[in-house]
């Protein structure tokens, strides 16, 4: 289960209690010309919120039931190293039927500020993953094609493919909706039982080709930034210690 890899701190909620309204994850997935960004939201409230900042306070912490930025780091670093090696024993994304095309470039991560300050103090947390993926074999011929996703059963999907990308049919969405603005294809529904999510679609013989997706990057505790066209993986860990290159440094 993707929710077994995706955040350690789950791992806790399975045994303690069972993922429930207070606890959300969303799948935003844009597809490109020859990349792939997914990124996942997590929100934790009420108890399950408490039961999360706790289990850093203890596990990652020094036990003074509040968490600092250290200890926010340990977490985004732990965090980060735990799905980048998931990803990489068991690939996501699947082009045509295949993964040897896919290629996982880097694993990013917005830790909410709302895990900063007392244990106790109990608000909303909203966590940000983004992994970003270099397809070997671009997007770019126009027939019948089809990408798949694995994902976690019950969770909310949206996917974006540029326009000149013709949807043909979809597999393993449930509650599937398709929609068109004026800059992409829309994909919303949820992952199926299978977990797998695959669209079947075709380009535009004339366009023959999706548009880049643009790289993303964060500020420590603050909002995402759009770069386009830019390699930047700015981290918890970079922001706090530059000094010291902990870019998937791993802290245990």
């Not at 999510?197 to 535009?204: E, G, P």
């Not at 999706?210 to 386009?228: H, K, M």
Request: glycine share 6%; hydrophobic share 40%; net charge negative.
């Amino acid at each position: 289960m993707r929710s077994l890899l995706l955040v350690f701190s789950v791992l806790i909620f399975l045994m303690v209690l069972p993922v429930n309204a207070a606890f959300t994850w969303e799948n935003n997935i844009t597809v490109g010309y020859d990349t792939v960004q997914w990124m996942y939201t997590e929100t934790y409230t009420e108890g399950n919120a408490l039961l999360y900042k706790d289990y850093i306070d203890m596990s990652l912490g020094n036990q003074d039931h509040f968490i600092s930025a250290w200890e926010v780091l340990k977490a985004d670093v732990k965090t980060r190293s735990t799905l980048e090696n998931s990803i990489h024993e068991n690939m996501d994304v699947i082009i045509n039927g295949s993964s040897q095309s896919v290629v996982l470039t880097d694993v990013s991560s917005l830790m909410s500020s709302e895990l900063l300050g007392p244990v106790a103090q109990v608000e909303a947390i909203r966590n940000l993953y983004t992994t970003n993926y270099h397809l070997v074999d671009p997007l770019s011929e126009p027939c019948d094609s089809s990408i798949s996703f694995i994902g976690e059963k019950g969770t909310p999907l949206l996917i974006n493919m540029s326009n000149g990308t013709y949807v043909d049919s979809t597999e393993g969405i449930d509650n599937v909706s398709i929609s068109t603005d004026q800059e992409s294809i829309i994909i919303r529904g949820i992952f199926g039982s299978t977990d797998k999510a695959t669209v079947y679609f075709h380009l535009d013989e004339i366009q023959g080709a999706v548009s880049p997706v643009e790289r993303v990057t964060y500020n420590i505790l603050g909002d995402a930034i759009s770069i386009d066209g830019k390699e930047q993986n700015s981290s918890l860990a970079e922001r706090i210690l530059p000094s010291l290159g902990m870019n998937n440094a791993r802290i245990d």
